[in-house]
């Protein structure tokens, strides 16, 4: 017969893998159903890190009454599982606002007629909840673009137009453009 204390240790063990089981098959499932992706523009020397959700059907931007995955006005990672990473290998002005070589965290509070880009320092980390704001260096606002194709998972491009160069943003029929242009050009 088993003592007390082996039948508690074994029913322990037995719950911790339990957990772990869980926890491992959501994150495997969870990067299936919105895989990582790398966009890079080495002329600037810019990557981009993310997960791209789908749409599946659901109304991505809208009110909190429409039942929009993506409320205006409330944070959003800018993709899926983690934190959108944006990295420089030269200084750079991100839609008006200087940011030096190194990697930045994205987050939106997207709006109806634009969304509000947030960069913050913390770079490497879960983008479910918000980052720690006062980490942020600033924030810039960028109009909406109604297309007429939905996208049907979120796709960040980098696009040149004449002598401008733009992270583009797209989700549904919603599209952002960020104009970028490395420091001293």
């Not at 959501?26 to 990067?31: D, E, K, S, V």
């Not at 750079?92 to 913050?120: C, H, R, T």
């Not at 796709?155 to 104009?179: A, C, H, K, L, Y």
Request: charged content about 20%; overall charge neutral.
């Amino acid at each position: 017969m088993m003592s007390l204390k082996k039948k508690i240790f074994v029913g322990v063990g037995a719950v911790l893998l339990v957990i772990i089981g869980y926890i491992s098959y959501i994150l495997l499932t969870t990067r299936s159903l919105s895989p990582a992706e790398e966009v890079t523009y080495q002329e600037q020397g810019l990557r981009i890190n993310y997960g791209r959700p789908s749409k599946k059907g659901r109304l991505i931007f809208g009110t909190m009454a429409e039942g929009a995955l993506l409320p205006f006005g409330k944070y959003w990672r800018l993709g899926a599982n983690e934190a959108t990473r944006l990295t420089l290998e030269t200084d750079m002005d991100f839609g008006g606002q200087l940011l030096s070589k190194g990697s930045y965290s994205l987050y939106a509070f997207p709006e109806a007629d634009y969304w509000v880009i947030g960069i913050n320092t913390e770079a490497d980390r879960w983008g479910a909840s918000p980052p720690d704001f006062s980490k942020d260096l600033g924030r810039i606002k960028v109009q909406v673009i109604e297309k007429s194709q939905p996208m049907e998972q979120f796709t960040i491009n980098i696009e040149e137009s004449g002598s401008e160069v733009f992270v583009v943003m797209q989700w549904d029929v919603t599209q952002i453009r960020v104009p970028i242009k490395a420091v001293g050009q």
